[in-house]
C-alpha cells in the first residue's frame, strides 16, 4: 500500500484504494444495520409499550428524518472545508453509542430520544464518504465504486434482520440494540489511524479534468441546477416508498403469514442480501458502461427503469395468498428496487461543483430522509389505521400496496434529470 507522489499529487496505490472503499462499505453495513433494526424489532416495542402503527412511523421515520436532516447539512459543510477521515470517524463512534443506548430505553420517550443520537451520529457518515471516494476513485468507475459502498444496505438490512431477529427472540428486543451497537466504535478507531485524507479532485486531476478552486455561489449553483433538482426528487420519493415497506415489511409478515420474527428475519436478510446485492452491484457496472458509451444521461435512465419495475413486483408481494407467492415478490422487488442507489450517487458527485461534494450528497440525503424517512413510515401506519375498522389485519397490506405507486413519480424524475443531461451534454 506504498504511495507515490507525482505532479498530479500523490498516486494512491490500487490496493490502498480497495482498502479505504471496502472500510467505508463496513461502516455502511454498520449505518444501515444500526438505522434499521428497530423495523425487525417493532413488534415486540409495540406490544410493550402499547404503541398504534402511526407512533411506531413516526418512531421509525419522522422523529429519525428531523434530527438527521437539521444536523446533516451544517456537517457536510464542516466535511467539505476540514479532514473528512475526522467527521466520519466521530459519526461512526456517536451513532453506534446512540444504538447501544437504545437497549435501555424504559418508555417511548426514552427510545425516541435515542433514535436522535442514531440519527445525528449517521448525518455525517454518507455525505462525507461519498466525497472521499470520489476523490479517490477515477470518474469512469465510481459508479462501481459506489456500487461497493452502497451493496452494504442490502447486508445491512440482512444483518438486522437476520442477526436483529434472532437475538430479539433469543433474549429479549434490548438485546438486538445492544449487540449490534458497539462494534462501530473499533471501526471508527480504524479510520482515524488508516485512512489518509485525499486531495480535493484527485482523481479527475489525475483523469485530466481540468480542476477548479473553491468558487463563491457553488451551492447556490447546484440548487438551481434541473438535473440535480430532478435527482433529488426522484431519489427522495423512491425512498418514501423504500422505506415505508421496510418499517413494516417484517409486521408484513408476521401479522399476516403467521411468521415468527427469526423466520421473517432470516427470510428478509437472505433476500434483500442476494437479490438486493446483486441488484446494486449490477446496475451500477451497467451506468458506468452505458454512461461512457452512450452518455451521462444513462446514469439518470438506469433509475428511472428500475424503480418503476418495482411496482408489478410489490403487487405480487403483498397481494399473494400465500407465503411462498410472496417471497417471490419480495426476491423480485428487492432486486429491482435496490438498482436506483449507486448510480444517484455518481451522478450527483458528477454534478456537483468539486467543493460542494459532500454538500451535494448532504442535500439528497436531506431530502430522502424529510421525505422518504420522514413520511414513508408514518403515512403508511397512518393509512393503516385508518383502514383497520374495515379491513383489520389487511389494512397494512392495502397501505403497504398504495404506497407503491409514488414510485410512478420517482421514475419521472429520473427520466426528467436524464432529459436535462442530454440537453446539456454539448455545454459540458
Not at 322 to 345: C, E
Request: charged share 15%; glycine share 10%; proline share 4%.
Amino acid at each position: 500500500m506504498s504511495e507515490h507522489r507525482t505532479a498530479d499529487g500523490p498516486n494512491y496505490s490500487g490496493l490502498y484504494v480497495g482498502y479505504v472503499v471496502v472500510l467505508l462499505f463496513l461502516l455502511n453495513v454498520l449505518n444501515t444495520t444500526d438505522r434499521l433494526i428497530l423495523a425487525t424489532v417493532l413488534e415486540p416495542i409495540r406490544q410493550e409499550f402499547d404503541l398504534s402503527d402511526l407512533e411506531l412511523g413516526l418512531l421509525g421515520g419522522l422523529a429519525f428524518a428531523l434530527v438527521f436532516s437539521t444536523v446533516g447539512l451544517p456537517i457536510a459543510r464542516l466535511a467539505d472545508r476540514t479532514v473528512r477521515r475526522v467527521v466520519i470517524a466521530a459519526s461512526v463512534i456517536f451513532w453506534s453509542v446512540s444504538t447501544w443506548a437504545c437497549g435501555f430505553a424504559t418508555s417511548y420517550t426514552h427510545l425516541l430520544l435515542g433514535r436522535f443520537g442514531v440519527a445525528a451520529g449517521e448525518s455525517g457518515f454518507s455525505p462525507t464518504s461519498h466525497s472521499v471516494i470520489s476523490d479517490y476513485v477515477s470518474p469512469a468507475r465510481r459508479a462501481l465504486a459506489f456500487s461497493i459502498y452502497t451493496l452494504a444496505g442490502p447486508v445491512g438490512i440482512f444483518v438486522g434482520n437476520a442477526a436483529g431477529g434472532w437475538l430479539a427472540e433469543a433474549f429479549d428486543w434490548r438485546m438486538a440494540f445492544f449487540g449490534l451497537g458497539l462494534p462501530g466504535v473499533a471501526l471508527g478507531i480504524v479510520v482515524l489511524l488508516t485512512v489518509k485524507e485525499p486531495e480535493r479532485g484527485h482523481s479527475d486531476r489525475r483523469a485530466g479534468i481540468v480542476v477548479e478552486g473553491p468558487q463563491k455561489g457553488e451551492v447556490l449553483r447546484l440548487l438551481k441546477n434541473p438535473a440535480f433538482a430532478f435527482t433529488v426528487i426522484g431519489s427522495a420519493t423512491h425512498l418514501f416508498v423504500t422505506y415505508g415497506i421496510l418499517n413494516f415489511l417484517p409486521s408484513f409478515f408476521v401479522r399476516l403469514h403467521g411468521m415468527g420474527l427469526k423466520e421473517t428475519g432470516l427470510w428478509l436478510g437472505t433476500i434483500s442480501a442476494i437479490a438486493g446485492g446483486a441488484s446494486v452491484l449490477i446496475f451500477g457496472w451497467l451506468a458506468d458502461r452505458l454512461a461512457q458509451k452512450r452518455g451521462r444521461h444513462w446514469y439518470a435512465i438506469v433509475p428511472a427503469v428500475t424503480v418503476v419495475l418495482t411496482i408489478p413486483c410489490a403487487l405480487l408481494l403483498y397481494l399473494a395468498g400465500g407465503k411462498t407467492a410472496a417471497l417471490v415478490g419480495l426476491t423480485l422487488m428487492a432486486f429491482f428496487n435496490s438498482g436506483y442507489q449507486a448510480p444517484r450517487i455518481a451522478l450527483a458527485q458528477l454534478i456537483a461543483p468539486l467543493h460542494a461534494r459532500a454538500t451535494a450528497s448532504s442535500i439528497m440525503i436531506l431530502a430522502e430522509n424529510l421525505i422518504g424517512l420522514g413520511l414513508g413510515p408514518p403515512i403508511v401506519g397512518l393509512i393503516s389505521d385508518l383502514l383497520a375498522p374495515s379491513l383489520q389485519e389487511d389494512s397494512l397490506r392495502w397501505a403497504l400496496v398504495l404506497t407503491f405507486f409514488v414510485n410512478i413519480v420517482s421514475g419521472l424524475a429520473f427520466w426528467l434529470a436524464a432529459r436535462k443531461l442530454k440537453q446539456d451534454a454539448p455545454k459540458a
